[in-house]
């Protein structure tokens, strides 16, 4: 895996990982105690700083680290959790998705200075909470790029030293090639505290063989700096990178990576041992452990001779006990980990876009095969191929289905907007979510966040009375935010309803006539009379203080929603509440439709929105000759006639026939000649040519190669029923 | 480079003047090595080292090993400045063994 890839991946699950701490963030607000919320935080913290220090963000590991401990404090039951912990994490986690952004943005190497202040500020607050984590000295807390300073002690299995341990095996070439050792060590000294150096020796040959140009020795350093990290220190052998085998241990770095360390260095492991301890990388307290394992053992196993401490550091298996549960919890962890990596498998949206496209073009190639085999008269080919498009729709179903997700996932975003928008307006608003299994397509998720994002605020803004109002009104004092999503008839609906104040129909009304949007005879219902608020530049700002003051954005959110095939309505209630109801298509790419023919053309329908299909006889077109509706079982049904509104040349056919469709509540017919039944159609965008063409939305291609019009059935059915409403009105 | 040798009642002392550098590692690495041939006991005064490098040190190393497994004994004395900055970086003035003489202004 490229580098790069591995970092998209590590951003990817940084996000991941961000929003779930932030969900459980929220949920302790409600309940403090809940252990699970709190091990999820935790865990989320704790695998950011993993991910991030392999990829060497040395700014996300220092600050998660700090972060990391107040939760493990937390976890711990040493601190308690309440409201103002919950606002400081969040901040914080607020500050670990601006650094992961920013290095995704590209700037890895250093967080900008506002963000950075935010940090020291951040962990400045995060010390009252960790101060007395344990007994050893804190080190104060410090600015992200300054990570030496604030890596602190790691609870069990970590060795207590603060030191970097760095081990240094030179290469027998690096003196004739003009680099000295000495230099380097001198050079390391400027960037800290040396506190103690083990030259070895051991590497040199017998006096006749030993070369005097050659260099033969190896150095075991315990160096401590205050503003220094790995790369820091790699960077001072740099130069001789390629004549020196470098390994660095971190402060604090766990028995088992020592453990390691040492076996993957070329000298005697037992003496070794000892000489870490000697330089002080180990100290007397994992000494005094080690020790009492071999006690232990000894009186186990009546030994004779106790193994040397050096052994004990080797053998793995008599590391102390807490290590050894350590490392089995962390062993459990990988495989859970493992079974729900086998559940999922992240691919890239486009392969998906891909397989869509390529089932679309299966689509239409099975459409041309079928119409052959129709042809042909040849029942087997009709049959093979029948059993072939049945496939091609269970695979076009599939591929679709991969593309769908969940909107609970956008929803539950929201609750930290409305958390934080009521604070900021000092408002008390919850939010309920419903419908959160609803699925959807993913570029329709994509796209539906920021007019969500705008009318929550709206509501909140401008839709929420304050508490004393609503207590006048019998309301309680805690207002709701609503969002809601369910499928209907090949759409699905996203609702965004509060129990505020209402629209004010005369307000409305009196500004639009102002903008002249309208003219004052024109009779309005309270549906249209709403929707003028997402008329462009259509701010009651002065004229309805209870709605946006913003005025721009309302049109914003119906473009946006109008880009992706959808509608926006609103419903109000004066005093009980505004709910906004956005509709938008299943899918982008491909639907069932229904082909109905007019003279020569084709036409599609989404089947979702056919009713029935109704024979016109020769009597009752005779009757329906200058109206425009009929009278379908004792309800009055407007209809257009697709071969006047598409100007269809050819000859009528004998007969007609009226396809019902229904769309947001409303039915409306159709008058096509010939019903030609069900179609895969898959969308085809019509070009920017046809972009302001009224009432088609799109083209497919069918079988025989031809272009079939995709009809826009909002726009045809709002067009039928204006008209009559207008000839009612007349 | 020069090294001077004065030997007597079994005990040679040499002395080792300017730079104990790789340029005159060779050369060094022979006189020293026959200089400890000849005696059983070596003094080698550093009172006269201008510049030590790692090569350098690496001869002295050489010559204490190397007369530790013959059972001679050798001392390192004197010690200029450039030595003793070499010894302390690498911390082996313990492995010498020798009473080292702090500079003034050291540490």
Request: hydrophobic share 40%; aromatic share 4%.
């Amino acid at each position: 895996m490229e580098l790069d890839q591995a970092l998209q991946t590590f951003l990817m699950e940084s996000r991941e990982l961000l929003e779930a701490m932030e969900e459980s963030l929220l949920g302790l607000e409600s309940a403090p105690d809940d252990p699970d919320a709190i091990n999820a935080i935790f865990r989320a913290a704790h695998t950011i700083k993993g991910s991030g220090g392999l990829f060497g963000l040395d700014g996300i590991v220092a600050f998660t680290h700090v972060v990391e401990n107040v939760l493990d404090r937390v976890r711990a039951g040493e601190a308690a959790v309440n409201g103002e912990l919950i606002a400081l994490l969040l901040s914080c986690r607020d500050h670990i998705g601006m650094l992961v952004e920013q290095v995704a943005a590209g700037s890895a190497a250093r967080p900008d200075k506002e963000t950075e202040a935010t940090g020291i500020m951040l962990l400045n607050q995060l010390k009252a909470y960790q101060a007395g984590v344990q007994e050893r000295p804190l080190v104060p807390a410090a600015a992200p790029s300054r990570p030496q300073a604030t890596v602190l002690p790691q609870p069990g299995g970590a060795v207590e030293s603060g030191h970097w341990h760095i081990s240094l095996r030179f290469g027998q070439d690096v003196l004739r090639n003009g680099m000295d050792p000495l230099a380097f060590i001198r050079y390391l000294g400027n960037m800290g505290e040396i506190t103690h150096v083990i030259t070895l020796p051991d590497a040199m040959p017998p006096s006749p063989e030993m070369d005097p140009e050659s260099c033969y020795l190896g150095f075991e350093i315990d160096f401590c700096g205050d503003n220094v990290d790995k790369a820091a220190i790699e960077g001072v052998f740099e130069f001789v990178r390629d004549d020196c085998t470098l390994r660095i241990l971190p402060p604090h770095s766990r028995i088992e990576e020592y453990i390691q360390f040492i076996a993957g260095l070329p000298e005697d492991k037992i003496r070794l041992g000892e000489l870490l301890v000697e330089c002080g990388s180990l100290t007397r307290k994992e000494l005094d452990e080690a020790l009492r394992v071999q006690e232990t053992l000894r009186a186990g196993c009546g030994q004779e001779a106790a193994p040397m401490l050096g052994d004990i550091l080797v053998e793995q298996g008599v590391v102390p006990p807490e290590l050894v549960d350590a490392a089995l919890g962390k062993q459990k962890l990988a495989r859970e980990h493992k079974v729900q990596e086998s559940k999922l498998i992240r691919i890239q949206a486009d392969k998906l876009d891909q397989l869509i496209n390529l089932v679309g073009e299966m689509v239409i190639a099975g459409a041309a095969t079928s119409l052959l085999a129709q042809r042909n008269r040849d029942p087997a080919l009709h049959e093979a191929t029948s059993t072939l498009s049945r496939l091609v729709e269970e695979i076009r179903d599939s591929a679709l289905q991969l593309r769908m997700v969940q909107i609970g996932e956008t929803f539950n975003r929201f609750n930290r907007v409305v958390r934080d928008v009521s604070k900021e307006l000092g408002k008390d608003i919850g939010l309920a979510i419903s419908g959160a299994e609803t699925e959807l397509d993913k570029s329709v998720v994509e796209k539906i966040g920021d007019p969500l994002m705008h009318l929550v605020r709206n509501s909140m803004d401008h839709g929420i009375e304050k508490a004393e109002t609503r207590m006048k009104r019998g309301k309680p004092a805690k207002g709701t935010v609503h969002l809601n999503a369910y499928h209907e008839s090949g759409s699905i609906v996203v609702e965004v309803g509060d129990d505020g104040g209402g629209l004010n129909r005369e307000k409305i009304f009196a500004k639009a006539l102002e903008k002249g949007l309208i003219t004052a005879s024109q009779t309005l219902s309270d549906q249209e009379v709403y929707g003028l608020i997402f008329e462009a530049g259509f701010s009651t700002a002065e004229a309805v203080t209870n709605l946006s003051g913003r005025g721009v954005g309302m049109d914003v959110v119906r473009r946006n929603i109008e880009a992706l095939r959808g509608t926006v309505e609103i419903a109000s209630r004066e005093g009980a509440g505004t709910t906004v109801k956005i509709r938008l298509p299943l899918t982008l790419a491909i639907i069932d439709g229904f082909l109905m023919g007019v003279g020569s053309a084709s036409y599609v329908v989404p089947l979702d929105l056919v009713m029935e299909c109704i024979e016109l006889g020769e009597a009752e077109r005779r009757e329906i000759r200058e109206s425009h509706y009929i009278n379908l079982r004792g309800t009055v049904l407007p209809f257009i006639r697709l071969r006047d509104r598409f100007r269809e040349r050819g000859k009528a056919g004998r007969r007609e026939n009226i396809v019902v469709v229904q769309y947001a509540g409303q039915k409306a017919g159709l008058v096509v000649d010939e019903l030609m039944g069900e179609f895969q159609a898959v969308i085809k965008p019509l070009g920017k040519l046809f972009g302001n063409l009224k009432g088609i939305s799109g083209s497919t291609i069918l079988g025989s190669g031809e272009v079939a019009l995709i009809l826009d059935v909002p726009a045809l059915i709002q067009r039928a029923v204006n008209q009559e409403t207008q000839l009612l009105a007349s | 480079m020069t090294i001077s040798i004065e030997t007597g009642n079994g005990v040679c002392q040499a002395r080792v003047a300017g730079e104990m550098t790789i340029y005159h590692a060779a050369g060094m690495k022979g006189e020293l090595l026959s200089c400890l041939d000849r005696c059983t006991e070596l003094e080698i005064n550093l009172s006269e080292v201008s510049e030590m490098d790692t090569a350098g040190f690496q001869l002295l190393l050489l010559a204490k090993r190397e007369a530790a497994n013959a059972g001679k004994r050798l001392r390192l004395v004197a010690h200029s400045p450039a030595t003793l900055e070499v010894l302390d970086l690498f911390n082996m003035a313990h492995y010498f063994g020798d009473p080292v003489m702090m500079p003034r202004h050291g540490h």
